[in-house]
C-alpha cells in the first residue's frame, strides 16, 4: 500500500520543476548545438536552441537561462546578453582577455572554452539543478 508523504509530494515538485528548468543554446555551428544540448539534456533540463540572435530573442519568454557563443556570424553574444534580464553564459573557442572580463562582469563567469567536456558544463549548470533541491 502507498502512503502519502507530504514531504515527498513536495520533492516530487520540486523535482519536477527542476525537470522544466529551460536553457537557450545560441549558436551558429549545427553540431554546438546538438551536442550542448544532449549533454543539458541528459542533466535534466530542456533545451531550446536558435542558431541566431534574431531567432534566440524569439525564444527569451520560453527560457530560464541562456548559453551563447561570442561569435554568431557578424553579431555579439556579448552584446545580446546585455539585452536580457537572465541567468547566462557565454562560450567561445577565440576570445581576448578583455573579452572575457566582459563576460565575467555581464554574467558571474568568465567565457567558457570550446571546446569544453560533460563535466564542464556539468559543474556550470550545477547550480541551477541544486537550487530548486536546497528549498524547503
Avoid at 31 to 56: D, H, Q, R, Y
Avoid at 105 to 113: A, D, E, M, S
Wanted: hydrophobic share 45%.
Amino acid at each position: 500500500m502507498l502512503r502519502s508523504c507530504s514531504q515527498c509530494d513536495i520533492l516530487i515538485v520540486k523535482f519536477i520543476n527542476w525537470a522544466k528548468m529551460k536553457i537557450l543554446v545560441v549558436d551558429d555551428v549545427e553540431a554546438i548545438l546538438k551536442v550542448v544540448s544532449v549533454i543539458l539534456s541528459s542533466l535534466g533540463f530542456t533545451v531550446l536552441t536558435a542558431s541566431n540572435l534574431t531567432e534566440a530573442r524569439c525564444h527569451l519568454d520560453d527560457c530560464d537561462i541562456v548559453l551563447t557563443d561570442k561569435n554568431i556570424r557578424e553579431e555579439n553574444g556579448l552584446d545580446f546578453i546585455k539585452e536580457i534580464n537572465k541567468p547566462a553564459f557565454v562560450m567561445s573557442g577565440i576570445y581576448s582577455d578583455s573579452e572575457n572580463e566582459t563576460a565575467f562582469n555581464l554574467t558571474g563567469h568568465g567565457i567558457i572554452q570550446k571546446p569544453f567536456t560533460f563535466d564542464t558544463l556539468a559543474s556550470l549548470f550545477s547550480p541551477f539543478m541544486k537550487s530548486e533541491n536546497k528549498e524547503s
